[in-house]
């Protein structure tokens, strides 16, 4: 590749790199519309439960609960399908960049990068080594546990349990409540 090809090729990568970074940000927007409604829908319902006195709503609060978990988890799959792309594109510049700053070698962009980075055991040494590409097993992993992260399981687990221990309760005759 000659230079102008390659100035060419690291633009567009640039672009595209950009044009990701939008994408995952218009997620995170779904993402916290779908976590408001969870949380408006579900404790209504367990609301409703007690002004109403009927623990049926207590489960239909419950299985609001699961539903938007549900909602938020595959949405969050589809989102980070994005992440690999963007560890791609980080580590292609970073092993193209000759620039040092003392022993450190810098490129951009970084940002997925570093985010991992700021969550290793050592985040400074992380941070000093250049990006490298997801494996395989690594992108199936943060695909399989989406579901599992705090940021996506809350406040729509917490709305689950309530509405079942409160359903429990009332089936039980411990809240004195009708069907």
Same mark, same amino acid.
């Given at each position: 590749?000659? $230079?102008? !090809?390659?100035?060419?090729? !690291?633009?567009?990568?640039?672009?595209? =790199?950009?044009?990701?970074?939008?994408?995952?940000?218009?997620?995170?927007?779904?993402?916290?519309?779908?976590?408001?409604?969870?949380?408006?829908? #579900?404790?209504?319902?367990?609301?409703?439960?007690?002004?109403? !006195?009927?623990?049926?709503?207590?489960?239909?609060?419950?299985?609001?609960? +699961?539903?938007?978990?549900?909602? %938020?988890?595959?949405?969050?799959?589809? !989102?980070?399908? =994005?992440?690999? @792309?963007? @560890?791609?594109? %980080?580590?292609?510049?970073?092993?193209? #960049?000759?620039?040092?700053?003392?022993?450190?070698?810098? #490129?951009?962009? @970084?940002?997925? $990068? +570093?985010?991992?980075?700021?969550? @290793?055991?050592?985040?400074?040494?992380?941070? $000093?080594?250049?990006?490298?590409?997801?494996? #395989?097993?690594?992108?199936?992993?943060?695909?399989?546990?989406?579901?599992?992260?705090?940021?996506?399981?809350?406040?729509?687990?917490?709305?689950?349990?309530?509405?079942?221990?409160?359903?429990?309760?009332?089936?039980?005759?411990?809240?004195?409540?009708?069907?």
């Amino acid at each position: 590749m000659d $230079a102008a !090809q390659d100035a060419t090729f !690291q633009a567009a990568l640039t672009a595209e =790199y950009a044009a990701l970074v939008r994408t995952v940000a218009e997620f995170d927007g779904r993402l916290l519309t779908v976590k408001s409604w969870s949380v408006t829908l #579900s404790l209504a319902g367990i609301g409703l439960g007690f002004q109403q !006195q009927h623990y049926a709503l207590f489960a239909l609060a419950a299985v609001t609960g +699961a539903a938007f978990w549900l909602i %938020e988890a595959m949405t969050k799959r589809h !989102q980070v399908r =994005y992440y690999p @792309r963007m @560890r791609q594109i %980080e580590a292609w510049s970073a092993a193209w #960049s000759d620039l040092r700053l003392g022993d450190v070698p810098v #490129s951009a962009p @970084r940002i997925d $990068a +570093a985010w991992t980075a700021a969550g @290793r055991a050592d985040p400074a040494a992380a941070l $000093a080594a250049p990006p490298r590409e997801m494996d #395989s097993r690594e992108i199936r992993r943060m695909r399989r546990q989406v579901a599992w992260l705090p940021h996506v399981f809350m406040p729509s687990a917490f709305a689950v349990v309530l509405g079942l221990v409160l359903t429990v309760l009332a089936a039980t005759g411990v809240l004195d409540l009708p069907l």
